[in-house]
């Protein structure tokens, strides 16, 4: 319960900060992957701190590739991989699974309604943006998974 208490808070601030700015705070991440990691291995001992540090080095691992792609920023990045210290090796496995189907179906109907203003208002394809914050989307993949996993919630 006090994972999804911290995963709930982490998401909470970083999607509003986000949304604001363009941006999550390293502060964000890299605080809530600390919080993460200590409670899994106080709790859990070792296994806990094993899954959590798996969970944080697939998280990563698996959107740093998109990164590399320019299909995220560096702050979604570092946020998967707290959310997978937080939660551990099969909640980051699910939801990274969930997040890009999520991601690819609205990045493409970004797409075709920013086409379609481009179309409008004549503007050059170099013109047109198609970025948007990325962590509202890793916050309604994250709560479908919680709610997929932890049904009893």
Do not use: E
Not at 36 to 43: A, K, L, P
Not at 69 to 81: F, I, W
Not at 124 to 137: E, H, V, Y
């Amino acid at each position: 319960m006090v994972s999804i208490i911290l995963l709930a808070t982490t998401l909470l601030i970083a999607t509003i900060i986000d949304l604001r700015t363009w941006k999550i705070p390293n502060w964000l991440t890299l605080s809530a992957t600390v919080i993460g990691v200590t409670h899994n291995s106080v709790m859990y001992g070792l296994d806990g701190l094993f899954t959590s540090l798996l969970g944080m080095v697939i998280g990563f691992a698996i959107f740093f590739c998109f990164y590399l792609m320019k299909a995220y920023g560096a702050g979604d990045v570092k946020l998967m991989a707290a959310i997978g210290a937080i939660m551990g090796v099969p909640f980051i496995l699910y939801s990274s699974i969930i997040i890009v189907l999520i991601g690819g179906l609205v990045s493409i109907v970004v797409l075709i309604v920013r086409h379609q203003q481009r179309r409008k208002d004549n503007l050059a394809k170099n013109q047109m943006n198609t970025a948007f914050p990325f962590s509202l989307w890793i916050t309604v993949g994250s709560v479908l998974t919680v709610w997929q996993m932890y049904p009893q919630l």
